[in-house]
């Protein structure tokens, strides 16, 4: 069993940056992979980041790259994700997932066993 908690989420003009964290506990941190994926409103809930075990590789979806980072500091059970140059299209809930058991692609939602309650991030034009 894997429990994971978001925080840092909140309100950012266009062009402004937050940072987010997902605390996990239960298994052992460093045995499974972590990901960030969003839903906004009226949308399905689509692939942002990846980062392995090791934190030795990462993956993110087309539209964030070069403006978000994802990262991990196995010491502290945690995992981020910094976003700079936001925009108003990044609106949406963040959930940090949980990839215990390996196999398939990172950036599908199916291959990731255990969610956090998820995070508002809110940008305004």
């Known amino acids: 069993q894997v429990q994971l908690v978001e925080s840092g989420g909140g309100l950012v003009q266009a062009g402004g940056s937050l940072s987010l964290s997902c605390a996990a506990s239960?298994?052992?941190?460093?045995?499974?992979?972590m990901g960030w994926f969003r839903q906004a409103p009226g949308k399905e809930r689509e692939f942002v980041a990846a980062?392995?075990?090791?934190?030795?590789?990462?993956y993110y979806t087309d539209s964030v790259k070069g403006r978000f980072t994802i990262s991990r500091d196995n010491a502290k059970n945690t995992v981020y994700l910094q976003m700079n140059s936001l925009k108003p299209e990044d609106t949406a809930v963040y959930y940090c997932?949980?990839?215990?058991?390996?196999?398939?692609?990172?950036?599908?939602?199916?291959?990731?066993?255990?969610w956090g309650q998820g995070t508002q991030v809110t940008v305004s034009s």
């Open positions: 980062i392995t075990r090791s934190g030795g590789s990462t």
């Open positions: 997932a949980a990839r215990v058991y390996n196999g398939g692609s990172y950036s599908s939602r199916h291959n990731y066993q255990y």
């Open positions: 239960g298994r052992t941190f460093s045995t499974y992979a």
